[in-house]
């Protein structure tokens, strides 16, 4: 679980939650799209990760590996209170119940996410006073590691 990736957290859990049929790729035009570390301005609905403050758990006794979880921020964007929420809430049960030494393959390379996990509940952020969009964080900490 060191803290070398190819690729940021933000995207390998973008994808994750793509995987995992929580969210759409953004060039499908579908619902719910992923992004990772930029939220543009449309669609209404839409899901962003973030990189955020992860734990240095220090390093491993015998071989002197650095042992991190990786901190994520799990943005969901909604027009309305009630489907924000609904959204939010399973995608964070989902990764609660759903990822145990998941694979996730981004570009050539794969990663093994050993499980998210949740720092927060689901927080409302409140709504934007301009758009009127609603706002949902999830907080966690995610150990991974690349394998390819």
């Known amino acids: 679980m060191a803290g070398n990736l190819t690729h940021s957290v933000a995207d390998i859990v973008r994808n994750l939650i793509i995987d995992l049929s929580l969210g759409t790729l953004p060039s499908s035009s ?21 990189g955020s403050q992860g734990r240095d758990q220090g390093r491993m006794m015998i071989d002197g590996e650095r042992e991190i979880q990786h901190g994520v921020q ?21 990764l609660d119940d759903s990822v145990k030494q998941t694979s996730v393959t981004f570009s050539t390379k794969t990663y093994l996410v050993h499980s998210v996990n949740r720092t927060s509940d689901v927080l ?4 934007d006073p301009d758009t009127k969009r609603n706002l949902f964080t999830i907080n966690a900490v995610v150990p991974l590691e690349q394998t390819v």
């Open 30 to 50: 579908a619902a719910w799209p992923v992004f990772a570390e930029r939220e543009p301005d449309k669609p209404d609905n839409c899901i962003t990760v973030y």
């Open 74 to 94: 799990i943005s969901v964007r909604s027009q309305s209170t009630t489907t924000g929420h609904q959204k939010a809430l399973t995608i964070a049960t989902t």
């Open 124 to 127: 409302y952020a409140g709504k």
